[in-house]
């Protein structure tokens, strides 16, 4: 536990120490689409690994707060971007000059092509030097869970996945149909018990994939406690960052697991409940 709360400690003193290393971008789409990013780089004398943050329906890169500071400072190099039709990538180029893109007039093609900015972003990550293209992980939250998963489905270089809140199908963007197909990809998903699309969906897909036998693990989905959806479980829970960190450490540095060591966080449980109980009060133990 003492780990966990100093490194979620450690994201406020490296606000001040690393604010200033985030650097702004603008990459363009293949259908030119302007897509805004920040990069986050490690301090490393090596090829660093990286993670890709894919927001939700409707935020923008903001939605992760801190948590992109928290990697860094634990050593993963970070790239957090705006998806199309959102925050500040609302602009295409055309040869009738800019056209505006918002999510809220999206029709289903344009949801597919939002697969467009992820192959962008990793694109742009893996050319720079200071990456190790082979160490690289997506976290994505709801919408943006489910297009991590599609792009997974069709790359199989990626290191891992992290998956908040995903669902078997967001805006026409399924991924029922994949999912039991990923490769023996690390895999960590984070819903709340309360969160009933989620938490069904999250238990029908591990299954899944268990049957086809891609599972590494019987730890692969985190179960918090409250209702929270997507990103508000990192606020909600302060012990989730750290134990995200922890597993990424594990993923992408090979480090030991010292799990027995450990007691689990208090807000969470790493395998889910017989069946769906509900909280005493919100964000407390499961009983």
Known sequence: MKRFLLLAAACLAAHAAWADRARVLRLQTPDDVGIAAAYYPASATTAAPAVVLLHSLGESRDEWGSFP??????????LSFD????GE????????????VDHQAFTQRDFQNLLLDINTAVDWLEEQPAIDKQRIVLIGASLGAN????YAKEHDDLAGLVLFS??????????DDVFPQLRRLPVRVVVSVRDTFAYESSRRLLDARRIEGHARDFKEMIVCSGNQHGTEQLRAVKELSGVLI??????LFNEAPDEPALPPPPSLTNAP??????ARRPNRPLP
Not at 83 to 86: A, K, L, S, T, Y
Not at 89 to 98: E, K, M, N, Q, V
Not at 273 to 278: C, H, L, R
């Open 83 to 86: 998806f199309r039709g959102h």
């Open 147 to 150: 297009l991590a998963v599609r």
């Open 273 to 278: 409940p017989a069946k769906t109980q509900p």
């Open 166 to 175: 995903p669902g078997l199908a967001y805006k026409d963007v399924r991924i």
């Open 89 to 100: 990538s609302t602009r295409r180029i055309t040869a009738g000059g800019p056209q505006l």
């Open 246 to 251: 922890h597993w990424l450490r594990q993923v």
């Open 69 to 78: 500071l928290l990697l860094q400072h634990n050593g993963i190099a970070v």
